[in-house]
């Protein structure tokens, strides 16, 4: 196919102790373009190393050949190159290059056409005795196009996978718009990449009214990478004489680079899971946990709910307990004694002789403290006199009562050693 095109880039990536092995890469990548727009096969081969092999499979030998026969087929053609980066490790250099390819030609219908070619090449490059040396390239894309007549100034569009499996099956589709009054034919071709090149016949067919014509093919399983090869044709009916004339206006050639990835043969798939099966079970996997996680939400919700119950029931225990305390009810004998105290005190007179009594509990009160508690178990020897029938039915009434008449203030002789009080006379009429 002639000189391949290359990839690379602009930005260069180097240690500060490579700058001079940097600039000496660049210089080896431009010397070879330079080589190359002067049709020096001396000056271009020189900066290859013998060992050289690209992803084609061709040696030096080969690759050189065909640049030559591109030179013979385009005496006009120039090369330009654009680095994109530079990766330097030792005596080890990767450059990524972007190369480009314009010559003006003719074609066999006496129309003038233009060839234009883009390239995405990886160079490998090996520091030697002799310097930096190219040993390899791989051709990550490459388009080429020869238009002519009226389809000089388009770009035709072919679309093809870049890379793809052998024998596994693409479809390469050619999509143009013909112009009114213009019949437009095309076909689609398989090539491998050979040396020498083995051209596919073409079987033209008119291009469907959509504009778009499609095939299906089959990658080769030879490891081979291939060429796909468009051919488009534009022609004009005209009568001449009542004789119908088909003209040919316009032609276009697309040549697009598919490379093919070999079969490996010493792989063992007994322990490989297929990934329609593998990505099933991680849907399974995921489908689980999310059940599980809803699950345990449930019972963790279920079981907040449980210690809400039971708080809320100790809660109302502990109120209902408080409630009950606060209502229960209170002894007031001591209040309600001390108001019948205070009403009897009110409606009772008092006789000297109770003023007497009264004043001897007060003075015997110490005494009473003392002997209260035998004296709740002796039985007197002698009956006790009361003060008197009121008092007497007051004590009966509430033995509680507090104040003039309570025991704590009244001292009630318990002893029979205490001798009545006699009733003073009755005054004279």
Not at 23 to 34: E, F, R, T
Not at 128 to 138: E, L, M, P
Not at 150 to 175: H, M, W
């Amino acid at each position: 196919m002639g000189l391949i095109l290359l990839l690379g880039s602009t930005n260069c990536v180097y240690a500060a102790n490579d700058k001079a092995e940097l600039k000496a890469v660049k210089n080896i990548l431009k010397s070879q373009i330079q080589a190359a727009n002067k049709y020096s096969y001396q000056d271009f081969i020189k900066y290859f190393d013998f060992s050289y092999i690209n992803s084609d499979g061709f040696g030096l030998d080969i690759y050189s050949k065909l640049v030559e026969d591109t030179w013979a087929s385009y005496s006009n053609i120039q090369y330009a190159q654009k680095i994109k980066n530079i990766t330097i490790n030792g005596k080890d250099a990767i450059a990524e290059v972007v190369e480009t390819a314009n010559a003006q030609i003719e074609s066999q219908y006496d129309l003038t056409g233009h060839l234009k070619s883009v390239a995405n090449n990886i160079y490998f490059l090996k520091k030697t005795t002799n310097g930096w040396r190219i040993v390899s390239d791989v051709i990550l894309t490459e388009d080429t196009y020869l238009t002519f007549g009226e389809l000089r100034d388009y770009t035709p569009v072919l679309k093809v996978p870049y890379q793809i499996g052998a024998n596994q099956n693409y479809t390469a589709s050619l999509e143009y718009q013909a112009p009114k009054n213009t019949i437009a034919i095309a076909s689609i071709n398989q090539e491998k990449v050979t040396y020498p090149q083995q051209a596919s016949k073409e079987n033209y067919r008119k291009l469907p009214d959509d504009g778009v014509l499609e095939r299906f093919f089959t990658a080769n399983g030879d490891g081979v990478n291939e060429y796909i090869v468009a051919s488009l044709g534009l022609t004009r009916p005209e009568f001449e004489n009542k004789d119908l004339q088909i003209n040919v206006t316009g032609v276009a050639y697309v040549i697009k680079r598919v490379n093919v990835i070999p079969e490996n043969k010493f792989i063992n798939t007994a322990d490989v899971v297929p990934v329609s099966q593998r990505l099933q079970q991680l849907k399974d996997e995921e489908t689980k946990a999310v059940l599980e996680s809803a699950e345990k939400k449930k019972q963790d919700r279920h079981e907040i709910k449980q210690n809400e119950k039971l708080d809320k029931s100790e809660t109302d225990i502990n109120q209902e307990n408080k409630d009950n305390n606060i209502s229960a009810p209170v002894n007031d004998s001591t209040d309600k004694s001390e108001e019948v105290s205070q009403e009897d005190e009110k409606s009772v007179p008092v006789t000297d002789t109770e003023k007497q009594v009264s004043d001897g509990e007060a003075n015997s009160s110490a005494e009473q403290n003392v002997i209260k508690d035998s004296s709740e178990n002796v039985k007197p020897a002698v009956d006790i006199p009361e003060p008197g029938d009121k008092v007497k039915k007051k004590n009966k009434k509430d033995k509680s009562l507090k104040g003039t008449y309570s025991p704590d203030t009244v001292d009630i002789p318990t002893s029979a050693t205490v001798c009545p009080v006699k009733e003073p006379a009755a005054a004279e009429n």
